[in-house]
């Protein structure tokens, strides 16, 4: 590890922080040396999840485990096919073999319909990366980030179909109306609309089923009808219900750990938080402890989600030193703002 005292210019803290994460990587690719194998790890915790995933979802069909926990665990299947997938935006998997690059990514979306395609998505993150809490930021804009707290805010984290279009609305007075739409076509179409709009199907036929059973007047489905309503209610417990609790999760943790709107351009040091509150375990188990480490990958981008958990407690160490906010829980006020909100 490097020992030298910590500079104060901000290109060195960065510098250090860098130097710091960097040396505390190598140390465990040494101590374990088992990761060198990088493909395939990723591609393992991939078909890992998948299987998982499948799994699951055949006990819950043949009734062996009840509708919640497939729910539950499926989400965490998901929590993991998302960090490969960021991986594969960054190309740390099978990088020279596009054909399975490519098979991997395919895989990701399969599992994760309610999400922006990967090859769009792509474009989205490397340009979060570049222009992070600015206007240009769309990805994390999509999130709710810069959005003062309120019901708009909460429906925006629950559903990229609201934030497509409040983010749209947004930017109707900038006259990029057309830009932002024309983003969310190809980021979702036709999968993800396909997908949320059998949530919302979903939704309205139980809403209705609901209020005529609380009036008395319960409605009496065809047998057709209850075939398709069943087939509805099993696609959503295994696979749209854990991605939109899964994408809540992550939507959420990442909105409000994210700094927006007056921050300096290329400064990392104001770009995230670090979130780690012992009440925010619930969501982060989700989203497998995204606000913890999400902040070690603005530093350094190019190592794997696994490398970050394993050497989170060093890399807050010096984070925290070199003056990296933690738990700036006034952040939720300021609309993600660094300073005094407006």
Known sequence: ???????????????????????????????????????????????????????????????????WLCLLLNALCLSLAHEIEHDLIHNLYFKKNRFMYHLMMTLVWIVRPSSANPWARKTLHLKHHQYSGSEQDLEERALSNGTRWGVLRLLMT??????????????????????????????????????????????IVHGIDFAATLSGMPITWSGATQAQIG???????????????????????SSNMHYHGDIEHNNILQQTQVMNPWWLWPLQLFCFNFGSTHSIHHFVVNEPFYIRQLT????????????VRFNDYGSFGRANRWGAAE
């Open 1 to 67: 590890m490097v020992d030298e005292a910590p500079p104060l210019s901000l290109p060195a803290r960065v510098k250090y922080i860098r130097q710091q994460i960097i040396a505390a990587g190598n140390d465990v690719k040494l101590r374990f040396p088992v990761l060198k194998y990088q493909n395939a790890i990723g591609l393992g915790i991939l078909l890992f999840s998948i299987f998982s995933l499948v799994a699951v979802s055949a006990l819950y069909i043949h009734q062996q485990i009840s509708w």
């Open 312 to 323: 989170a407690a060093k890399a807050h160490r010096v984070m925290r030193e070199m003056g």
């Open 158 to 203: 629950a559903d990229l179909m609201v934030a497509l279009a409040v983010v749209a609305w947004q930017d109707k007075g900038k006259g990029d109306l057309r830009g932002v739409l024309l983003t969310g076509l190809k980021a979702f179409f036709p999968v993800a609309f396909l997908t949320w709009g059998l949530w919302y199907l979903f939704l």
């Open 231 to 253: 087939y509805l209610d099993i696609l959503v417990v295994v696979l749209i219900g854990p991605n939109i609790l899964w994408s809540f999760c992550l939507h959420f943790v």
